[in-house]
């Protein structure tokens, strides 16, 4: 059974940084693509950055481009979000995504994602 346990979320004021981890297990994690993707109160979910299954390819989406990072460490069966600079429009709940493709690329389309962790709170204040 795939799971996926996120943290590191919290409250932070604006121009801080929060480091997010999400812990998987139950499949060889080093053979996927993995995502963040966050979700704002009365908004869609939409996605934050994604990483190859290798970690050699990373994507962003541009209001976070220059203040997020995406990583991981396969050794570990974790991908992080490094998130600088953080601005209260940041505030969402947190979470880490999985491909169930073999060696796929990563994808901003959230529906391409069959693994999710169940989320974690980052609350930025002005």
């Known amino acids: 059974q795939v799971q996926q346990v996120e943290s590191g979320g919290g409250l932070v004021q604006a121009g801080g940084s929060l480091r997010l981890s999400c812990a998987a297990s139950?499949?060889?994690?080093?053979?996927?693509?993995m995502g963040w993707f966050r979700q704002a109160p009365g908004k869609e979910r939409e996605f934050v950055a994604a990483i190859s299954w290798s970690g050699g390819s990373t994507y962003y989406t541009d209001s976070v481009k220059a203040r997020f990072t995406i990583s991981r460490d396969n050794a570990k069966n974790t991908v992080y979000l490094q998130m600088n600079s953080l601005k209260p429009e940041d505030t969402a709940i947190y979470y880490c995504?999985?491909?169930?493709?073999?060696?796929?690329?990563?994808?901003?389309?959230?529906?391409?994602?069959?693994?999710w962790g169940q989320g974690t709170q980052v609350t930025v204040s002005s």
């Open positions: 139950g499949r060889t994690f080093s053979n996927y693509a």
């Open positions: 995504a999985g491909r169930s493709r073999r060696y796929g690329p990563p994808t901003q389309r959230a529906h391409e994602y069959d693994y």
